[in-house]
């Protein structure tokens, strides 16, 4: 099973950008589908974006798209998520997410296999 470990959080301005990254062990990295959810404070934990094991199809919440963007390297073992024109309301902890299943790690269904410990982002206004 892969194990996740996620970096890149901090603190930024409004309109800023941050990357996120996700470096995961074990051989099987490039046979799962990958995720990002995030958290923030009294909320429930939420869908960000996905990518597929091959990373040739992506989905995002609507609250994010055209301003996030996923992607892989299975060479690397690294998912990324670059973050751009950085919101207040981006403000979460970001958790990356695995599973065999696309339809998992996009949200829609079940709940994905592995997850990561998370990386705090703050964004201040």
């Known amino acids: 099973q892969v194990q996740l470990v996620e970096s890149g959080g901090g603190l930024v301005q409004a309109g800023g950008s941050l990357r996120l990254s996700c470096a995961a062990s074990?051989?099987?990295?490039?046979?799962?589908?990958m995720g990002w959810f995030r958290q923030a404070p009294g909320k429930e934990r939420e869908f960000v974006a996905a990518?597929?094991?091959?990373?040739?199809?992506?989905y995002y919440a609507d609250s994010v798209k055209g301003r996030f963007t996923i992607s892989r390297d299975n060479a690397k073992n690294t998912v990324y998520l670059q973050m751009n024109s950085l919101k207040p309301e981006d403000t979460a902890v970001y958790y990356c997410?695995?599973?065999?299943?696309?339809?998992?790690?996009?949200?829609?269904?079940?709940?994905?296999?592995?997850w990561g410990q998370g990386t705090l982002v703050t964004v201040s206004s």
């Open positions: 997410a695995a599973d065999n299943r696309f339809s998992v790690v996009a949200g829609r269904t079940g709940y994905p296999e592995v």
């Open positions: 074990g051989r099987t990295f490039s046979s799962y589908a």
């Open positions: 990518i597929r094991w091959s990373g040739g199809g992506t």
